[in-house]
């Protein structure tokens, strides 16, 4: 008690060491799978084939750090409201002190406490056509995310994800993606073009207001053109973001280059010949 309220707990460097890492106790993880779908081929279409798929995933005993990190942990081990905090609870006894009561480290290596869920529905498309001489097919994936939550440990507040990016979420989770395929060949050449579409996401921190609270949808093109020489021979060329569309610049929401790399092309245009060679 004599620590609460000095340098003991409210460090200089705002900053306390966490130990992380796996833990030979993990036992497997647990699902529960539910999904049904239906696949369509209407006759009166020719080459015309969808299907729409609904899922609903419950991952139980979830490897995950302890605690959802040293940051909740110490939250929570220090809130008087909160009742899987205070002395002797899990949360307190995962904090490892020094002689003069000082923080040596939090643990918080992997354990089965977390749980997840994601809810939704595939939407796939197929189309198959002749177009100038050549076979033609269109293809068409999207996802519409209903639900993808996480709790960190029982009793912990969901972290809600459909629709939302940010220090909790991590990478932006649109209601709304799709990606699709436009594919034409004729004898040795073959041409793609490829859209990729990334709903609008807003922040998953309502305490703060950052620079960016919102990430407007994004629309990807990529081209491609390629050409069989011969059974072993053949060289591809093409754009990716052909338009040259730039990323979502944020402030302090985001991962890496001011943006989340991962999901928006930080590159912009990008050129590229390619040649292979099967022997």
Not at 35 to 55: K, M, N, Q, R, W
Not at 134 to 152: K, P
Not at 231 to 252: A, C, E, M
Request: with cysteine.
């Amino acid at each position: 008690a004599g620590s609460t309220f000095s340098v003991a707990l409210n460090l200089a460097a705002g900053q306390v060491r966490q130990v992380s890492g796996g833990n030979a106790a993990l036992k497997e993880e647990e699902a529960d799978t539910f999904t049904v779908g239906v696949v369509v081929s209407p006759s009166a279409i020719e080459g015309l084939t969808f299907s729409l798929d609904y899922f609903d995933i419950k991952i139980d005993d979830a490897i995950a750090s302890f605690g959802g990190g040293a940051n909740n942990v110490l939250n929570t081990c220090y809130d008087p409201n909160n009742p899987a905090g205070g002395i002797g609870s899990d949360f307190c006894n995962v904090i490892e002190r020094r002689a003069d009561g000082t923080i040596r480290a939090v643990y918080v290596t992997a354990q089965n406490v977390a749980e997840q869920t994601l809810k939704g529905f595939d939407l796939i498309g197929s189309y198959n056509m002749d177009l100038f001489g050549g076979d033609m097919n269109i293809r068409y994936l999207g996802t519409i995310t209903e639900e993808n939550a996480f709790v960190a440990f029982a009793g912990d507040t969901p972290i809600k994800c459909a629709g939302k990016f940010g220090l909790d979420c991590g990478e932006p989770v649109p209601e709304y993606s799709h990606r699709m395929t436009a594919n034409w060949s004729r004898d040795n050449w073959t041409a793609q073009l490829v859209w990729r579409f990334i709903g609008e996401v807003k922040d998953d921190d309502d305490a703060t207001t950052y620079f960016v609270e919102k990430i407007d949808s994004e629309n990807y093109f990529d081209l491609q053109g390629s050409y069989t020489i011969n059974d072993n021979y053949s060289v591809s060329f093409g754009i990716d973001n052909v338009l040259d569309t730039d990323p979502p610049i944020l402030g302090d929401n985001q991962e890496q280059a001011n943006t989340w790399p991962a999901t928006y092309d930080v590159f912009g245009r990008t050129f590229f010949v390619r040649g292979s060679a099967n022997f």
